[in-house]
Antibody, heavy 119, light 112 residues
Framework: QVQLVESGGGVVHPGGSLRLSCAAS????????MHWVRQAPGRGLEWVAV????????YYADSVKGRFTISRDNSKNTLFLQMISLTAEDTAVYYC????????????WGLGTMVTVSS | DIVMTQTPLSSPVTLGQPASISCRSS???????????LSWLHQRPGQPPRLLIY???NRFSGVPDRFSGSGAGTDFTLKISRVEAEDVGVYYC?????????FGQGTKLEIK
């Protein structure tokens, strides 16, 4: 079964940093662009960032631009999100999601990892 | 950014009755290849979203045929022909036509 498993979430102080990982299995990870989407407690979904299959292209939401960096290691089937200068507004469940270019939407989502920014 | 607006935000429905959710985008979602990158997602409490409908009206693998999508341009609709208990949760429309991808606010479906 196609699977995405996030890790690396936790509690961090304002101004702190965190690195999230997303391990992919049972599909050819290097063939797919990958995204991060987040959801603040009790709120809706917010797209965060995307990285192309070959890591040559990356785009970010304005709310995280300059603070978050998306990357990937295709040899390890893993997606990353490096987050710095975190604020309370970054508190959310972070999901990684696969974009299926045949249907032009997210077909696979991970279970998510919770990031809490609090003093 | 493309703003996605859903109505209603809450929908109490009787089991076995139909339900309908509307989604309007602030600009056309037609991509340069002529396809429309509008999809519908369903999220149950404590779970990640799951894909229901892609490109306006195509049901994803395993999605029951009581779910249907329609629309064009900037106006879209998700319909459930007969609501079942497992359909509760929040429904989101989403556009993947241009970055940043954006979602509707969500519509909470609950059983009366």
């Amino acid at each position: 079964q196609v699977q995405l498993v996030e890790s690396g979430g936790g509690v961090v102080h304002p101004g702190g940093s965190l690195r999230l990982s997303c391990a992919a299995s049972t599909f050819v990870f290097s063939n797919y662009a990958m995204h991060w989407v987040r959801q603040a407690p009790g709120r809706g979904l917010e797209w965060v960032a995307v990285i192309s299959y070959d890591a040559k292209n990356k785009y970010y939401a304005d709310s995280v631009k300059g603070r978050f960096t998306i990357s990937r290691d295709n040899s390890k089937n893993t997606l990353f999100l490096q987050m710095i200068s975190l604020t309370a507004e970054d508190t959310a469940v972070y999901y990684c999601a696969r974009i299926n270019e045949h249907i032009d939407t997210f077909d696979i989502w991970g279970l998510g990892t919770m990031v809490t920014v609090s003093s | 950014d493309i703003v996605m607006t859903q109505t209603p935000l809450s929908s109490p429905v009787t089991l076995g009755q139909p339900a309908s959710i509307s989604c309007r985008s602030s600009q056309s979602l037609v991509f340069r290849d002529g396809t429309t990158h509008l999809s519908w997602l369903h999220q149950r409490p404590g779970q990640p979203p799951r894909l229901l409908i892609y490109k306006i009206s195509n049901r994803f693998s395993g999605v029951p045929d009581r779910f249907s999508g329609s629309g064009a341009g900037t106006d879209f609709t998700l319909k459930i022909s007969r609501v079942e208990a497992e359909d509760v949760g929040v429904y989101y429309c989403m556009q993947a036509t241009q970055f940043p991808y954006t979602f509707g606010q969500g519509t909470k479906l609950e059983i009366k």
